[in-house]
């Protein structure tokens, strides 16, 4: 199974356009969805939800699983919870065999450097298979969904491969 976990932030598209750019390029269609989210961004949480099931839906996984409940509950500020947070959601998708992708786009810059640590250090066992960061060239298309923004000022960069981490690492 293909796993997606990502961080909810003020900003819906930027959870939203890279699993959409992800499947969209047919590189990962991810099955179950983690959302990190705190109550700060509880509105936007519901709209990610119902979007990405619709996208999921409109390339091919019947029924997505999205978890996005109190267990994927962080306080924004509690930089261990997150980390830990991630590591016990890895080290559970890892042993179930599952293929991991951590998008580090949405939430703060704390949040989505934990969340490329977490996917690229190399003193880290079983590691996550990917790291997504989808890069906006043009800020006046910030939280824009992905059809409205131009092709060529956005572009998923997969962290692991720019940044020559291989899986035997």
């Known amino acids: 199974m293909k796993v997606w976990i990502t961080i909810v932030g003020k900003s819906p598209f930027a959870v939203i356009n890279p699993i959409w750019i992800a499947c969209k390029s047919g ?5 179950k969805v983690y959302l990190i989210w705190n109550d700060a961004v509880k509105g936007e949480k ?10 999921l839906k409109n390339y ?11 267990s994927t509950k962080v306080h924004e500020e509690d930089f261990r919870r997150l980390a830990e947070l991630l ?8 042993r179930e065999g599952n293929e991991i992708a951590i998008d580090m ?12 640590f977490m996917g690229v250090a190399k003193s880290l066992k079983n590691k996550v298979h990917r790291v997504y960061y989808l890069h906006l ?3 006046r298309y910030l939280n824009y969904p992905l059809i409205l923004i131009p092709h060529k000022l956005q572009k998923l960069y997969e962290m692991r491969r720019e940044l020559g981490v291989t899986s035997k690492e």
């Open 27 to 31: 590189e990962f269609i991810p099955e």
């Open 87 to 94: 590591l016990s959601i890895r080290g559970k998708e890892l």
């Open 60 to 70: 091919g996984v019947p029924e997505p699983e999205i978890i996005a409940d109190d």
């Open 105 to 116: 786009t949405p939430g703060r810059k704390f949040m989505s450097a934990i969340a490329m």
């Open 137 to 139: 060239s043009d800020q």
């Open 46 to 55: 519901e709209m990610v939800v119902k979007a990405i099931k619709v996208i």
